[in-house]
């Protein structure tokens, strides 16, 4: 049934991709996977030339937002890149999309895809990931309803969402500095256009709020982490043995590269510690190494009550692991710099240089802390209250600031 199901989706991606493009573009493609197979670099590009073509960010179109029923619930369109399990950012959209319905507000998911999928593709993905979503899921290339409020949720849906004639405030849920994730060229200054459509910025933490009214005049509120107590919490009579590493290639922020030589630094050091990996696999660190690769939730937090310190590395924004860990009685080593600084502001966080010396010196401070049973009772409690709702409440706030105004 899966075969079946996959080779309907590629047919209709084919027959988009030759729709919209044509067929010397399947042709360019193919050739494009062949390359990749033998270690040529082509990638099929993040956004579409045409909606950046269109995208004439001089030119504002006047601000239409139609008005709100009398019993004030609204409705917001949001335009996302395709949700995948375990995506941090996709999993803090979809809560504060769901505090906004708990509320009686209408949300529509709108899928922004490159690769030619359809939104009927990726709806199942979503239902089972996010069980929690009611909203219908559409394609944004089929064009947006109108709505009180339009979201970008990653630079690239930012130009689908400049462009697109539906009525709405624009507003723009920015969890990362996203120029960041690419060489200075042409996608990073891409990226950073997206911050000038005149759009309103909602941001996970106050540091990006901070940098885009500073750097780019962008209007910005921001929104604290919340920490989900439910599934990260203290477990009773699990000993601790060990040290946890979110190793993911796949994200060149999260350095990878720094992390596993920490680790090694640390192994020399503390053989008969343990060392646990997740987020994908990596092949063995030593006889006490522990891959789990990816893993749920749920699994996540039995990994970390068994750790004393985590090492969780931000080059941009600040991840959802540290609180995680944080909540689970497990103490997050972390690379110095403002931006870890400002959004964590936790004395529970242990900062250190961006190198494996001073990485691999922090994490052992941490293992052999006397007492250890009470640093993780003060850490854990230090989070119990960081709940998500939090965040969704500032965002209807901000909402209903914005559209009066």
Known sequence: MKVVQQLRRRAHQVTRIVREQGVRQVGARALGRAARRFGAEAEVFPVRWEDVRAA????RRPVVVPPVPADGRLTVNWVSTPPSPGSGGHTTMFRLIEHLESLGHTCRLYLYDVYGSRAADHEPVVRSAFPGFRGPVHDVLDGMADAHAVFATAWMTAYPAFNDPCAGRRFYLVQDYEPWFFPVGGLSALAENTYRMGFHGFTAGRFLADKLR?????????FDFGCDADRYHLLDGVPRDGVVFYARRLAPRRAIEIGLLALEVFAERHPDVAIHTYGEKIGSLGPRHVDHGLVTPDRLNDIYNRCYAGLTLSMTNVSLVPHEMLAAGCLPVVNDAVHNRVVLDNDHVRYAPATPHDLAR????????PDFGAVARAASASVSGRSWDAAGHELEKVLRRELSA
């Open 56 to 59: 004439d960010i001089g030119a």
């Open 214 to 222: 500073a750097e780019t005049g962008m209007a910005a509120d921001s």
């Open 362 to 369: 922090a994490l052992s401070d941490v293992v052999t802390l």
